[in-house]
């Protein structure tokens, strides 16, 4: 069986020396564009809502909210007679139309989504089976076709409760066909970045651990058959029928799943959500195990420094996807890495976070041509050292990005004043 991790991009934790700048290409602005933002929130409970998706149906552009349930979209002039539509795990659609005159600091709210009894069957009592059935149903319920997606990623650090590093950047992600459950066709481009670390002598780590702009790529659980859903590695695992929900007013099927017993590599616990009509998987959360220490350690670390002793505490993902015209595409990734580190003869160890969000903000089907190996993001370069340092309030321009959270702006203009940045 081939591992979770062993086979992904690296990328290091280095809070000190300098960086390559890359090209910056930006919108040129020529399209009147229509700004929408707002909150997403619990129409019952009135909490704001993390992680819903906001988009244009008949089209493939969207975001996500931030974990204050904040969204801001950017939407062409051409599409003002459409509509806006939200979505989120275990609640109704809301659909909202872009002629609306008020379409900045609106509150769209969610109403929880309820199973009626006709709906609530018991399905099968081999969830396996209904695992097995969904990957044999991949060539028919995802693209046939290359597909260049347009993403934006995030990933930052802290040390205990403080940010020490914040990167960005807008990717383009070529996708392959996936009737061929392959990923090394697929490719990764950084296409304009930016970054803030810490100066403090006292933030400087370096390690090396799983992640990175790859994890786009890694990541699709679909995509890659050395994931997890292979089905001769099904073995390896114990599966169960939870509750179903709704995802986009569709009822889903969730099966949780927990390793059989112990193997010599660190295996995967979480559940899988699956489209009931189509048997699609619809989003996957899932977490490595950190029963054995020792594995789990194999599976994550790959580099440190003499001296210094790592202890982690917990490696998850949610991975979903979107379905249009039949066919379902990658749509989030989200990434969280806790970990402990000491240095011998030290009483304390320090706690990291390191916490990564991609979400597809565009996809072209079009006369795509693959990225070239020159342009693509390497398995084993360093991110850090791929985005520019450039930060200022227009940095984005007309690109769809995931709004930072009040505690992000707030450490971005911290650290910002710390290293001296100027708005250009």
Known sequence: MKTLIKQCIFWMIILVGASTTLPLMANDGAEKMIVISGYIKDSESKRPLGSANITVPGTDIGTVTNAEGKFILKVPATYKDQMLEVSHIGYINSRLP??????????????PYTNPLNEIIVYSNNPRQIVEEAIRKIPANYSDNSNMLTAFYRETM??????IGISEAVIDIYKTPYDNRHIEKDRVQVLKGRRLLSQKSSDTLSVKLAGGPYLSIFMDLIKNQNLFLNTNDLMFYEFWMEEPVSIDDRLQLVIGFKPRYEADIALL???????RQQLAVSRAEFQLDMSNKGKAIETILIKKPIGLRFHPQEMSYVVTYKEKDGKSYLNYICNTIRFKCDWKRKLFSTGFNVNTEMVVTDRNAENVKPISNRDAFGMKQVFYDKVDNYWNEDFWADYNIIEPTESLENAAARLKKQNGASSK
């Open 98 to 111: 872009l002629n609306t005159a008020k379409l900045s600091a609106i509150t769209i709210w969610l109403t």
């Open 269 to 275: 616990n979480g559940r899988l959500y699956i489209d």
């Open 158 to 163: 802290q040390k205990r409760n403080r940010y």
